[in-house]
């Protein structure tokens, strides 16, 4: 965190000296702000990036490196699996809701297959292999995945259903441990610097400089506690990520998150949310959270969830984030996985990405009755779950759910469960409100000249629900039209 | 709502004329306007109230009128309940949370008595008697009752259980059609009117004036569509309401209220925020909403509340407002009562402040099986819930939520289900972000000088849940505050 006084606003005309110039500022070097630099340098800006650590990468460069395409791109076609703007669009409107901005949904549908061959022309790799298992990343190099609970209920009845989770390859033997997200950021990274964008390091944000009207024309930002003034001609790009860290913003918007942030980077401190929070820029959404949930998906699927009362409330073979923000939100961080010794012992035959995942049950029992009372639970409320559960099971069937047939079995025993309460983490997605273009938006509706914003400082796709993919998505996306708009400002 | 672009801050220097001029000037003229205005009285400052419905009352006179005040009030003490600051504050951090501006509620709870006290000096006049029955409200002019589940599962483990909704008495025999909410704004505002406070009805306010350091020094208001600038020479007091009806506000920080607003009046825009946020105020709890549930406790007492999947979630006997909140936030407005005859009969012929609530059930069976077909339930989903809570009903007993003993037993036959999707509508309990003093608080986290706010228009109890009364009580008490420190300023 700055120093809280530093916030507001400066006037330009109340800078002495300006340490250095450029036609667009970008504020952070992760997806949105490597994007944002890119296709401002393409349009003719000399940019500089300013990056608060010590290297380009930001959270993005930590994540699994899911970006969440669809509407028909090449990898989807060549894997055999049919996709339309229209179909991606009314699968995005009933996941990511209520609230969504529906222009945004539209405006990403409508443009992700032209973005995803943008990646791939700066060098973006994607493996033509699809992983069908359950989990939540491929476990080797593959580039498609399920990421969003698509083929599942209730949503395998409301759109085709199609994978959308695009992850880049490991292509480099050498640096095999790397994440996706890190050859997502690496590319992109290498283009920016051949196209001549300049970059501060260890340099952060503290405030915004503005003309007498308002305008943004610059930032002040610290090296190593030395304040600096930077002079941008044509505009600022705020993608300085989340606010998971920022203590005082969880508490007051998202203090289900309060002790479990998930950022993969510590850095996401709301800075850029808040300088223009002091220019008098909107808010959206800024209680919605993606939510990790510290379970095996290979696991959850051959058992059942069951809340603090016994109920089941989520068919298992969704997409374990929505399993997460389910038992964050609705049911108090209360769960338990209750799966028979044949289930879980087909389950660890399994590969999985998420071995450390595996842990051992909590409790084991010969019956259900038995189980119930070591778990604590009130009598009667995990055996009728169960009974109800195994006697459609029998059928191949969930009417509760909708779990699909593939993973629906009588649970038999020996049985045990895994205490899974408070197993959650995950960080925010509100932020300000921007427009498609990517101008902030002042709370009188009007963009807030020469500034900027994208990634997961603004309100992107996602406002009640969340998929794998969303946040690279959003960012890499509106990264672009910011650079952009802000070298044609 | 007003015309967008008139919310950003005019400066005083670019005021030709002012039209008006006081020392505090207050916007709005609901219970958090009317605190502020005769306490900035008392102080001895000049003040001016801008309303811009044709009569005082806001929100507040249309309500049912509680007051949530504990501690050991005198009304408490004469009818028998014990409590103090301590209990109350331990029961307010466990049902208003996650999240709760801790400072605000130990501050809330300690002054509590006093504030009680000077609503009584006032003329606020309170009967001494209790209403202890299932309800939203006291059916006649009782003036205390359970407001918030304090005597319901899981808080009356939590602290002891003391009643502490506080309602005015309709005094008058001849507007005994008033609510409780009336009479507490008919004495404040005749007080106020004694003290000299001077009212502009039918002005709205447009944005805020500030000084060349940003020193909030008046307003711009519109009377009959003409502009009038107001000079507040010690500070300007915000006291507008929710943003309940501000459809864009709504969905985006509070989408699940898309469609079901239910402040009592529709003024409630959201002005107060967003000419605030112009000048970097911040906010809280944006998603926070109270939640009324259009169901007669005296029903939902004697049967079981089922979700969509025929699974019980909640004690039925607790704050109905806690029921509703849990129904639209966790559990997708899904929500069915199932009761036998033998207690629909009983339910029937007991009294009620709210008989409306009373409509006929939705399908009548003779058994649970056929029950559980009819309402389309998947097969012993029901069966199963009504089973196990049967079983234990005939003990006394209900392990699984803790209902009270006193409305446990079992669902016999024949027996009915109401439909109660979407039985919810709500108002907003965010906004924004202010000290013990009012003090409207910068993104900076400093007080934006001159600018005081109480009320609906910010965050002040509550984050998570919701207690009836906890509204027209910090409203009524951080009113009082921000008259006290603007007539200092």
Not at 163 to 183: L, N, W
């Amino acid at each position: 965190m700055t120093d809280a006084k530093s916030i507001r606003p400066l006037r330009a005309s109340a800078v002495s000296e300006w340490g250095h110039s450029a036609d667009v500022v970008v504020a952070g070097y992760g997806i949105a702000g490597v994007c944002a630099a890119i296709e401002s340098a393409r349009a003719g800006a000399d940019v500089l990036i300013l990056e608060r650590s010590g290297g380009w990468g930001g959270a993005a460069a930590m994540a699994g490196g899911f970006i969440y395409l669809g509407g028909g791109t090449p990898l989807q076609r060549a894997l055999g699996f049919e996709d339309s703007p229209e179909n991606m669009e009314k699968f995005l409107l009933a996941a990511l809701g209520p609230g969504v901005d529906a222009a945004k949904i539209a405006d990403y549908c409508r443009n992700s297959v032209e973005h995803y061959n943008w990646l791939v022309s700066c060098g973006v790799p994607f493996r033509e292999a699809f992983w069908g298992e359950p989990g939540w990343e491929p476990p080797h190099d593959e580039g498609l995945m399920y990421s969003g609970g698509e083929n599942a209920a209730p949503f395998n009845t409301l759109a085709t259903p199609a994978p959308r989770g695009h992850v880049p390859q490991y292509a480099d033997k050498r640096i095999g441990q790397r994440s996706g997200g890190y050859m997502l950021m690496k590319p992109l990274a290498e283009t920016a610097e051949k196209l001549g964008v300049r970059v501060e390091y260890d340099t952060r944000i503290r405030r915004l400089i503005v003309d007498d009207d308002d305008r943004v024309v610059g930032v002040v930002a610290a090296h190593f506690g030395k304040e600096v003034a930077i002079r941008a001609e044509r505009g600022v790009v705020l993608a300085t990520g989340s606010f998971a860290y920022a203590a005082q913003m969880i508490e007051g918007y998202a203090p289900r998150l309060i002790g479990r942030p998930a950022a993969a980077i510590e850095e996401h401190d709301g800075i850029g949310i808040r300088v223009a929070q002091a220019l008098g820029a909107d808010l959206a959404h800024m209680d919605a959270t993606e939510v990790a949930f510290f379970g095996d998906p290979q696991l959850l699927v051959r058992g059942i969830l069951v809340n603090g009362r016994g109920q089941r409330y989520i068919p298992e073979d969704t997409y374990p984030g929505r399993i997460g923000q389910a038992t964050l939100i609705q049911q108090e961080n209360q769960a338990y996985l209750v799966i028979d010794e044949a289930s879980y012992e087909a389950a660890l035959k399994t590969v999985t990405a998420t071995p450390f995942f595996r842990q051992q049950p909590t409790w084991v029992a010969e019956s259900v009755a038995e189980l119930e009372a070591d778990m604590g639970l009130p009598e009667g409320a995990l055996q009728s779950t169960v009974e109800t559960y195994s006697r459609h099971a029998a059928e191949g069937k969930d009417p509760l759910l909708g779990k699909k047939p593939e993973w629906v079995r009588p649970i038999g025993t020996p049985l045990a469960a895994f205490d899974m309460r408070n197993f959650t983490a995950g960080f925010t997605l509100g932020g300000l409100r921007t427009d498609l273009d990517s101008r902030v938006l002042h709370v009188s509706g009007e963009p807030i000249a020469g500034l900027y914003a994208a990634g997961r400082c603004t309100s992107g796709l996602c406002a009640g629900g969340y998929v794998s993919g969303a946040s690279l998505g959003d960012g890499s996306f509106y990264g672009r039209r910011a650079g952009v708009a802000a070298a044609k400002n």
